[in-house]
C-alpha cells in the first residue's frame, strides 16, 4: 500500500486548498479512507472518513460545513477540499486506508498511512 499526499501550501484565513492522496498497491474501491491533521505538540486527530465506496462521510465537527471528502476510482485518489480555512486548520495532514475497528477518527483505526503534506494558514 502506497499513499501519497499532495496540495498543501500557504493559504491566507478565508482561502481554500484541495488535497489529493494518490493510492497503489490496493484495489481502491474496496478500502475505506480518512484524512487525519497533527499540528506541532498535539495528538493527530481525524479530520474526516469516507466508507462504503464513499455512500458514507464523517467529519470532526470543526470542520463540519467547511470541508469535503471525496474520492474518484479511477483514478485511485481521495481528495479533501478544504473552503473558509482559519488558522488553527495548520498542521500537517495525513490519509489514511484500510479501517480495522473502532472509532473512524482515531488513528490506531487505520492501517496504512502517507506521509502528509503541510497546510499553513496565516
Known amino acids: 500500500v502506497q499513499l501519497v499526499e499532495s496540495g498543501g501550501g500557504l493559504v491566507q484565513p478565508g482561502g481554500s486548498l484541495r488535497l489529493s492522496c494518490a493510492a497503489s498497491g490496493f484495489t481502491f474501491s474496496s478500502y475505506d479512507m480518512s484524512w487525519f491533521r497533527q499540528a506541532p505538540g498535539k495528538e493527530r486527530e481525524g479530520v474526516a472518513a469516507?466508507?462504503?465506496?464513499?455512500?458514507?462521510?464523517y467529519y470532526t465537527d470543526s470542520v463540519k460545513g467547511r470541508f469535503t471528502i471525496s474520492q474518484d476510482g479511477a483514478k485511485s485518489t481521495l481528495y479533501l477540499q478544504m473552503n473558509s480555512l482559519k488558522p488553527e486548520d495548520t498542521a500537517m495532514y495525513f490519509c489514511?486506508?484500510?479501517?480495522?475497528?473502532?472509532?473512524?477518527?482515531?488513528?490506531?483505526?487505520?492501517?496504512?498511512w502517507g506521509q502528509g503534506t503541510q497546510v499553513t494558514v496565516s
Open positions: 469516507i466508507f462504503s465506496g464513499g455512500t458514507y462521510q
Open positions: 489514511a486506508a484500510d479501517f480495522t475497528a473502532g472509532t473512524w477518527s482515531r488513528s490506531t483505526a487505520w492501517e496504512s
